[in-house]
Every structure is written in structure tokens, then in C-alpha cells.
């Protein structure tokens, strides 16, 4: 891993840009995921060892991952003339992670009633995110 010091070349920044690309596509299709299983828990269409204890396990391990992830893009050193485009990218996947938490307090603490409406909100703000970080990153490819 790099230290918070070094400076990546342009090319390097690009190539980890991509990377980063690929994961969001990963974290995002995995927390879509639950929150259609989360939609079948509650309404009753789900096989009989899915319940939302479960579901709440592997959100909890998949945020775990995923701050460590945010904590790697936090550890980036741009070049320069990218570090206001990666402050925005930092600030969308910081607001992305809090929205992954929000998610995960909704399964714990509210009623079924509650949880669909809820968790369909902050899909909408998870794709608003999304579209930050691809903003971004488009911005980084015209830069570069």
C-alpha cells in the first residue's frame, strides 16, 4: 500500500481510477442485492432460512469491507491537477459508505412496515452517489 505521501504518476492514478470503477460495480450490485432480499424477507417471499438477522450478518461483513475499501481510495495521492476531482470522489464514496450504514440501522431498528419504503429511499441516494463517483471519474479520463 502507499503511503499517504507518495504521489502517484498520472498513469498510475488512472489505472487505480479503473479499479475503483470495477469494485463500485461490485459493492453496488451486492448491497442491490440485499436490499431485494430484504424486499422478499418482509413480504413473505423468501425461502424459510432467510430471514433479516441473517441478511443483517453479511451487510455487516460487506461494510466492513467496504470501509476498508473507502479507507484505500482515502490513502490515494493524486497528481496535482486531479486532487479536486479525488476530493470529490472521496467525499461520494464517504456519503455512499454512510448510505450502506443507514441501511443496515433501518434492518435493525424498524418495523417491516417501515423497511421497503426506507431502504428504496436510500437505494435512490446510493445511485445519486454513484453517478458522483462516475462524474468523477469521467473527469479524471478528460484530465488525463
Do not use: W
Not at 493524486?78 to 479536486?84: A, D, I, L, R, V
Not at 472521496?90 to 423497511?115: H, Q
Amino acid at each position: 500500500m502507499l503511503s499517504q505521501t507518495e504521489t502517484l504518476s498520472s498513469v498510475t492514478y488512472i489505472m487505480r481510477c479503473n479499479q475503483v470503477i470495477e469494485k463500485l460495480l461490485v459493492f453496488d450490485t451486492v448491497f442491490n442485492e440485499y436490499t431485494q432480499t430484504c424486499r422478499n424477507i418482509v413480504l413473505g417471499r423468501c425461502l424459510v432460512n432467510e430471514n433479516l438477522h441473517s441478511l443483517k450478518k453479511y451487510f455487516q461483513k460487506n461494510l466492513v469491507n467496504l470501509r476498508h475499501f473507502v479507507e484505500l481510495i482515502e490513502s490515494i495521492n493524486p497528481p496535482s491537477y486531479f486532487t479536486e476531482t479525488n476530493q470529490r470522489l472521496k467525499e461520494a464514496f464517504r456519503g455512499y459508505a454512510e448510505s450502506v450504514e443507514k441501511m443496515l440501522s433501518i434492518i435493525e431498528t424498524e418495523n417491516d412496515s417501515l423497511i421497503l419504503e426506507k431502504l428504496q429511499e436510500i437505494r435512490q441516494i446510493q445511485k445519486d452517489y454513484c453517478h458522483q463517483i462516475n462524474e468523477a471519474l469521467a473527469d479524471v479520463v478528460k484530465l488525463g
